[in-house]
């Protein structure tokens, strides 16, 4: 029996981990550990599968064709209300300008308070949808006299163009390339309303199992964060390569982000606060939020990087 059960976990264990990633600049510590050999060189097998946004790689996740998934708080938000089996292992990079509203020189709209009564696109459910609410809010807007428009990233550029929409909320690269190909295009100043984190989750099925596999995972994203630091003109060469962009975009977004590994009580701050923001706004229907304690697993990383970890149980 004993001999069986050991037989059964070092199959398991042989199994290549599936990471679903959201194909943008926030992901290039995992583009780095995978072009650098990191995964491999930690002895971790991992077959990477792109998709637009962590709206749908978490999708992937719970819909069982992917074991990890790269995503916002947001996201990890708005799904717990109706899923709990994934958890965060890492925070691995932050920015508070990652989001930003972009909208047509014939608008009018020069100013956040000017997207009241305008018709407004962002992926509902995401962290774009709670930049746009929260940038409202800051500057005395009511986010129900704005039309929003539920629309997905890759829409976004004809329907500015095409003059459905008045302004769209949404991440990099998405600003820079309708910025690029929309006549009359522009963004309105940089907001600190909210600092996106975006973060490493696991299926919870592999908590306890593969955490072997998650350290070297997590090993090989601190050696790809220590590459960016030291060597970020080569990490600019592979970002651009990844999202096959050209120099001037690379250039445009590479102050924005703070790449580095982290499990803060920040997350669990901002979770709980998007939670009660989704509550009140009536986005979900549940009168009470999770315990985001629940969604938290920091053993891997304590086994990396335990200084990194502040969130109190």
Do not use: C
């Amino acid at each position: 029996m004993s001999f069986q059960l050991i037989f059964t976990s070092s199959a398991w264990s042989a199994e290549p981990l599936r990471l679903s990633v959201s194909k943008t600049p926030l992901s290039l510590p995992i583009y780095i550990a995978d072009s650098m050999g990191y995964f491999s060189s930690e002895g971790l097998q991992l077959k990477i599968s792109e998709v637009i946004g962590g709206h749908r790689t978490l999708h992937e996740l719970l819909a069982g064709n992917a074991d990890l998934a790269t995503s916002s708080d947001t996201v990890v938000m708005f799904n717990s209300f109706e899923n709990s089996n994934y958890a965060v292992i890492a925070t691995f990079v932050t920015s508070d300008d990652d989001i930003k509203i972009v909208t047509r020189s014939n608008t009018d709209i020069s100013h956040p308070r000017h997207l009241q009564g305008k018709r407004v696109g962002t992926v509902t459910g995401t962290a774009s949808h709670y930049y746009l609410d929260m940038l409202l809010l800051l500057h005395g807007v009511d986010p129900k006299s704005v039309q929003v428009h539920n629309l997905q990233p890759e829409e976004m550029a004809d329907a500015l163009k095409n003059r459905k929409i008045d302004a769209v909320a949404i991440w990099e690269p998405y600003p820079f390339i309708m910025l690029k190909s929309v006549p009359g295009t522009r963004t309105l100043p940089k907001s600190n309303v909210y600092r996106l984190s975006f973060n490493l989750l696991v299926h919870k099925k592999h908590l306890g199992v593969r955490d072997d596999d998650l350290v070297r995972l997590l090993r090989a994203l601190d050696r790809a964060e220590q590459f960016i630091k030291l060597e970020p003109a080569k990490a600019m060469v592979i970002l651009r390569n990844r999202l096959q962009l050209d120099q001037s975009f690379i250039h445009w977004i590479w102050p924005r982000y703070n790449y580095r590994l982290s499990l803060d009580q920040s997350l669990l701050t901002t979770l709980e606060g998007e939670s009660r923001w989704a509550r009140h706004e009536g986005h979900v229907k549940q009168e009470r939020s999770p315990n985001y304690l629940d969604f938290i697993y920091a053993t891997p990383l304590s086994r990396v990087r335990p200084g990194l970890i502040s969130i109190v149980r």
